[in-house]
């Protein structure tokens, strides 16, 4: 894993056609992220390398296990919550947009 880059293979441009968004943009990597289970008082702070912003959603890639989780963020410079992992293939987890 490239620390802070994309996966081998991809661009910018490919994330966002594979997305079929032209708004995809690299997020500021320090951008606070929490997988969030059901109460926002138990969200879990994961430690991440890469965030990518879709319109209205997030993904951003674990260090620790190297899969992107989804999520959403309120306004731009706000935390992100994610929901869940969609394992560690970039381009199955833009599917789960």
Request: net charge negative; charged share 20%.
């Amino acid at each position: 894993m490239n620390k802070g880059a994309l996966p081998d293979g991809w661009t910018i441009n490919e994330v966002g056609q594979r997305a079929q968004d032209s708004t995809v943009e690299l997020l500021d990597p320090s951008t606070p992220v929490f997988l969030n289970p059901t109460e926002p008082d138990q969200a879990v702070p994961l430690e991440v390398d890469l965030i990518i912003g879709f319109t209205g959603l997030c993904l951003a890639r674990c260090v620790e296990d190297g899969e992107w989780y989804m999520g959403h963020r309120g306004r731009p410079g706000e935390s992100i919550f994610c929901w869940s992992s969609y394992g560690a293939d970039l381009g199955t987890a833009i599917d789960g947009l």
